[in-house]
């Protein structure tokens, strides 16, 4: 797996100006069936991703002009779209005094990266189709890059990259963000009786920060509720869960298909899981928006600072150490009796 990293990154491109409130350019990538849709300049957005015949992703808005904020919250528009990469932090947090070099930085809502231009380039070869887009660190010293491939068989892998150029070590958390409609259908596939933390929730009392339940099962006062299926819970709300993943795979059924995700869990030992069933609402969230999130990551929970504190979660990189991961996607139809299961 490490070598297909390698081969689908490759060497960064030259670093390309921001684009800011213009319409964007989008870029396709085809293979066997599937086909992923991307925004360059719009964070690297991926903004559909297409797989056995369906749309699996809220398609993301790539036609808002927009300006590209660096120090803004994340926008409100594409929070509920789309699929994008959270670096070095998912949410906006102060790193402690104690940490060498960057104690007490401030860093942004959802990371550096959704509010840059990267570099971008597309090539295709005798394994198909594969977009790299590489982004350097702001606040740190960071090189990162994201590389799609999609094979023969509609296979898409999507692996990542990450080196630290400073003289000190680089802590950082690290979680993709792709965006699921939550429909009645909706069925979430993790490991059963895996280890569940709570980070937030509104509309469930789960039990405070840290709280651990046991998958599917959560607890509510008396109620002992079912999470595979939101949809079906008489109620609105919202959470954000860490999952244990021993086995390196997670999925999401829907209708008559099944989205399978596979992973090293030695890297990446939990899979972050936002559902928002009109609990957190806003003027760009009203309370009819259902969405979820399935997001193995590297490091808990969504803020760097409470990684590094409390949860001893965050992740390390020593002065020149480069990483790699990645997550490989797969999609297949599956017969409406499994589905109802």
Known sequence: MIGLVRRLLGRPAPSAPPVAGVRRARVELRGGSSRVVVCPSLGGLIVEMEMAGRQWLVPGDDTAILPLADDAAYMGAAETAGYHDCFPTTAPCTLPTWVARYGGLKLPDHGELWSRAPAFNVETDERGAHAVTTWTGRRMAYVFRRAIGIDSMGVITTAYQVENRGAEPLPFIWSPMPVFPLGPLTRLVLPAGARMRVWRSEG?????????????????????????????????????????????????????????????????????????????????????????????????????????????????????????????WRAERISRERVNR
């Open 204 to 328: 469930l009392d789960l039990g405070g920060e840290r709280r651990e339940h046991r998958w599917p099962k959560v607890r509510v006062g008396d109620r002992l509720l079912d999470l595979s299926r939101p949809a079906q819970l008489d109620r609105r709300f919202a959470c954000k869960l860490f999952v244990d993943t021993p086995d390196g795979v997670v999925a999401l059924e829907e209708s008559d298909a099944r989205l399978e995700i596979r992973f090293d869990p030695g890297v990446m030992p939990q899979v972050g899981l936002w559902i928002d069933r009109g609990g957190w609402t806003g003027p760009m969230r009203p309370a009819t928006t259902h969405r979820l999130s399935l997001q193995p990551s590297i490091g808990a929970p969504d803020s760097l600072a409470e990684a590094l504190g409390a949860w001893s979660a965050a992740n390390w990189l020593q002065p020149g150490e480069v990483r790699n991961w990645s997550m490989v």
